[in-house]
């Protein structure tokens, strides 16, 4: 988008907000379906601040006349008691811009306190729009990292994977190593997403040469894991087991990462045939794991499920069914763990004969890696359905 340039947030975003339509528009037809009385005053500050990011520095207090802008602060407050989102923050971020010194922090936190509230109310492509919009009013690389993973989170793919390459770049200007190898490791994540093994093996071994040269330790663990989820991939054991063996030294007793490499290791086992060991692990996970990320559940579930299949143990397969299909019901249909999770239940499925329920959730599968361009999934969904049709 920028030839051969690597733009900072600001550019980006200002960037984003030009073509036929209105910057933060896609946020209108959702907040008016949604019967949100807050819905101009919402759009109006996101244009406002959109424009005041474009502008330059010095150009920024000429922008709009200082009465406009207290009498929509008005209106705001007038509209909604100020001590509830997203009025407060509204409200805080005109009387900054208001101001003859704004402070970029304080719009930008405001803009994030509109997006969690968004995210809270089911309201996508708002929260999205004011965490893109914070992330060019911050102008750093930690602001653009969040944009990314709220992006990704969300089904966005290309969205996030253009703010982490722009987070990557913005670390790297600003010495800020932490974020860089977050980025990083986000950045070997899309790659893995996308089916791109050796491209993610080359991200992940970057961040680990930053990590060591920066001795970020606290990060060393979760490089690891994840160079040991793409040696898996690759199928290249000894990369899998040396990562495996190092992120656990690492990750230690208590590090919040550690039920999720217990996942990883546990599906290593199963793609390696050891069902009843894989089981043995996942069966705790998924009890008393995840209770706070049920995206994460949904996957453990399935995983579950398809250990149970291959160890025969039919009841519990049966269970863990059930309550993938109910969490299943409520989860949004742009999560990235839906797919793979679907194809997990549809291996398990077929392990026991259950060809129907396979051919429904790789139906499902093949759908919903299609809309989130998981490739590696559209591959194995596509190759089984074949098969299962072939015994129908």
Same mark, same amino acid.
């Given at each position: ?97 208001? #101001? &003859? ?5 304080? =719009? /930008?936190? $405001?803009?994030? @306190?509109? %997006?969690?509230?968004?995210? *809270? ?109 793409? #040696? &898996? ?5 000894? =990369? /899998?087991? $040396?990562?495996? @063996?190092? %992120?656990?030294?690492?990750? *230690? ?140």
């Amino acid at each position: 988008m920028f030839g051969h340039m690597t733009p900072s947030p600001r550019e980006s975003f200002a960037w984003s907000t030009r073509g036929p339509e209105p910057a933060g528009s896609s946020m209108l037809s959702e907040l008016v379906a949604a019967g949100e009385p807050m819905v101009y005053h919402l759009w109006q500050v996101f244009r406002i601040v959109a424009f005041w990011v474009a502008a330059e520095e010095d150009a920024r207090p000429r922008l709009y006349d200082t009465a406009d802008l207290e009498s929509l602060t008005f209106q705001i407050v007038e509209k909604q008691d100020v001590s509830d989102l997203p009025a407060c923050a509204l409200v805080t971020i005109i009387a900054e811009i208001s #101001g &003859a010194k704004p402070r970029d922090s304080t =719009i /930008a936190f $405001a803009c994030l @306190a509109v %997006a969690e509230w968004a995210t *809270g109310q089911q309201r996508v492509e708002t929260a999205l729009s004011y965490f893109a919009l914070a992330a060019g009013v911050a102008n750093d690389s930690r602001h653009a990292w969040t944009a990314g993973a709220m992006f990704r989170a969300r089904g966005h793919v290309r969205d996030a994977g253009t703010w982490f390459r722009i987070a990557h770049a913005a670390a790297t200007r600003e010495k800020d190593w932490p974020t860089k190898v977050r980025a990083l490791l986000s950045y070997a994540g899309m790659a893995l997403h996308h089916g791109r093994y050796q491209d993610a093996h080359r991200k992940l071994l970057n961040a680990l040469r930053v990590s060591r040269k920066k001795h970020l330790t606290e990060h060393r663990g979760e490089v690891h894991h994840d160079l040991f989820v793409v #040696g &898996a991939a690759m199928g290249n054991h000894s =990369i /899998a087991h $040396a990562n495996a @063996a190092a %992120a656990s030294r690492h990750y *230690g007793r208590k590090h919040p990462r550690l039920s999720r490499f217990a996942h990883d290791l546990a599906l290593y086992w199963i793609e390696r045939g050891d069902y009843p060991h894989a089981l043995t692990v996942l069966l705790p996970l998924v009890e008393h794991h995840f209770s706070d990320e049920p995206h994460l559940l949904l996957l453990a579930l399935s995983t579950a499920a398809r250990a149970a299949a291959g160890a025969r143990e039919r009841s519990t397969f049966d269970a863990l069914v059930v309550r993938f299909n109910n969490l299943r019901g409520t989860a949004p249909v742009e999560w990235p763990q839906l797919a793979p999770a679907l194809l997990h239940v549809a291996r398990g499925a077929i392990h026991l004969g259950e060809l129907s329920l396979a051919k429904e959730c790789l139906t499902e599968s093949l759908q919903s890696a299609t809309r989130t361009e998981q490739h590696d999934v559209v591959s194995s969904a596509e190759t089984l359905l074949r098969n299962v049709g072939s015994y129908a």
